[in-house]
């Protein structure tokens, strides 16, 4: 049990090692394995959330190495809610990818397993270049996870996605050097410690790699202005990847609040952020919400609404308020399944109309209409935030939080507009696709189309089992939200309540005690 914190990361870690060094096992085996991988992270995951739902925080050492000397992983309960959301994430991505998107490249269970592992880290740490360690394994893996299907528009992504967080991992070393170079320390709790009592000279320094820092963690939230990658990224994607890449902008929202919130003992970081972070949410939120509009098929709208989600996220975040940042971790939890299920339920679109794909035109009748289109209306209803869905939960949570709030007019205003405009372009699209009738010029068109390879329901239903069992998965994990949100969100606001006084994990980290080795 003492080595419980460490699990998530050395699990997924070890076995996408031994997934590449037994590369040549048939590929029945290393789907098996890596199952059984994300079920065993899962199991460790609910362990680590009895152990730490009574507010207690769970400090390791690795290698013996005291803090702040040596690499400490610290798990509370936003640790685990965002360990418990990523592997869940991670196993709909691994059922999605057992129809075949799998068999297109090697060791793509090897490489999720190691995106697992970079996950995990990055929930963990509590060291500033530890996370930056993360960041690169999460990064690496997905760059070979995005490319593994091959074709032009992949390749083009990737290297718009490659370049830019190269520049943000050259500014993150910067911004981890400036802190350094005036505190002596990268563990957040001993930084924590040492920002009040910098010297007037030191302060400036010291902002200006905080600025740094929030700048690299707007690149990986998808904040404005530094969101232009993510469109295309999420649209070249395969399916599976696609809706595992809805957590990624949630590692850079978590590493916001994290940080930001244990150095709040230093008056001076939250002005600074502050000052930034609400405006830029809110510019965040009404470009993706005319990118929702804007969308011409399916995957670009979800590509989109992972863009919405962020600015209202980050909008949220910038009160810098227990009841708001509670609010915007029941949104974060939603918006992940939400965003996932729409990239998966745009992937059976794709498949069942055939050369038209996801666009939102009028194509061919579809296969499985009813059932593609109750998927569709519930994926839709929970992304639109429609009652009475997680979704309306989650919003009806963050305006309620903010009405008494200085500028909390504008959450309200921005938000409910969004969520207007999202309405109708969601609308349009399942018109579009699923309902509006086929005149007689449609019907022609129809018939010179070249057919499906599986052109009957049941050969199509298996053809996208997998990526059908990973949608109404994280539909019942929305429906579970939405369910049991009073307790979750009674969870969720003690987790904002300890963020807002981390004395409690500052003192954790800093007194973990070493491992005793028994004779």
Not at 135 to 153: C, K, M, N, Q, V
Not at 216 to 245: E, N, Q, R
Not at 384 to 404: C, H, M, Q, R, V
Request: proline share 5%; charged share 10%.
């Amino acid at each position: 049990m003492m080595h419980l914190p460490a699990l998530p990361i050395l699990i997924p870690l070890l076995t996408g090692g031994l997934l590449i060094v037994l590369g040549k096992l048939p590929l029945a085996v290393h789907r098996l394995v890596a199952g059984l991988t994300v079920l065993a992270v899962l199991v460790v995951v609910l362990a680590l959330a009895s152990a730490t739902v009574d507010g207690t925080v769970l400090a390791y050492v690795a290698g013996n190495w005291l803090s702040p000397f040596g690499i400490v992983l610290a798990v509370d309960r936003l640790t685990v809610v965002m360990l418990l959301v990523a592997t869940l994430a991670v196993l709909a991505c691994l059922s999605s990818a057992t129809d075949g998107e799998d068999t297109r490249a090697p060791h793509f269970h090897a490489l999720l397993c190691l995106q697992l592992a970079g996950l995990s880290g990055a929930f963990l740490t509590v060291d500033l270049f530890n996370l930056f360690v993360f960041f690169e394994l999460l990064l690496i893996s997905s760059y070979a996870l995005l490319l593994h299907a091959g074709g032009g528009d992949r390749v083009t992504a990737t290297t718009h996605y490659l370049v830019v967080n190269l520049v943000g991992s050259a500014l993150f070393l910067i911004a981890v050097a400036m802190l350094y170079g005036v505190t002596g320390t990268l563990n957040l709790a001993d930084l924590a410690r040492r920002l009040p009592q910098l010297a007037a000279t030191d302060l400036p320094l010291a902002e200006s790699g905080l600025l740094l820092l929030l700048v690299v963690f707007g690149i990986k939230a998808a904040m404005a202005p530094l969101y232009f990658w993510l469109p295309g990224t999420y649209h070249a994607a395969s399916t599976p990847v696609a809706a595992l890449f809805a957590v990624f902008t949630k590692v850079g929202i978590y590493c916001i609040v994290r940080v930001f919130n244990t150095l709040s003992d230093t008056p001076e970081v939250l002005t600074v952020v502050a000052r930034y972070l609400l405006p830029l949410g809110l510019i965040t939120l009404v470009l993706g919400a005319i990118g929702v509009l804007a969308a011409r098929d399916l995957r670009a709208m979800a590509a989109s609404l992972i863009i919405v989600s962020s600015g209202t996220m980050l909008a949220s975040l910038g009160f810098f308020a227990s009841e708001t940042t509670a609010a915007a971790l029941y949104y974060l939890v939603h918006s992940t399944f939400a965003g996932a299920t729409f990239f998966l339920v745009a992937g059976l679109v794709r498949l069942a109309r055939g050369e038209h794909e996801d666009a939102l035109n009028i194509g061919t009748p579809l296969l499985r209409a009813g059932f593609l289109g109750a998927m569709f209306f519930a994926s839709a209803m929970t992304s639109a935030g429609l009652p009475p869905t997680s979704g309306f939960i989650a919003k009806l949570g963050l305006l309620a939080s903010s009405a008494d709030l200085a500028a909390g007019f504008w959450l309200w205003a921005v938000v409910l507009a969004g969520s207007l405009v999202a309405l109708v372009a969601i609308a349009r699209a399942g018109s579009l696709i699923f309902w509006r009738p086929l005149t007689a010029d449609h019907l022609q068109l129809a018939s010179l189309t070249p057919p499906l390879r599986n052109t009957t329901p049941i050969a199509t239903l298996r053809a996208s089992r997998g990526t059908t069992t990973a949608a109404v998965f994280l539909l019942v994990c929305g429906a579970t939200l939405t369910i049991m949100a009073a307790p979750v969100q009674r969870y969720l606001t003690a987790a904002a309540t300890a963020l807002a006084s981390p004395g409690a994990y500052i003192d954790a980290v800093l007194s973990a005690p070493r491992v005793e080795r028994r004779p």
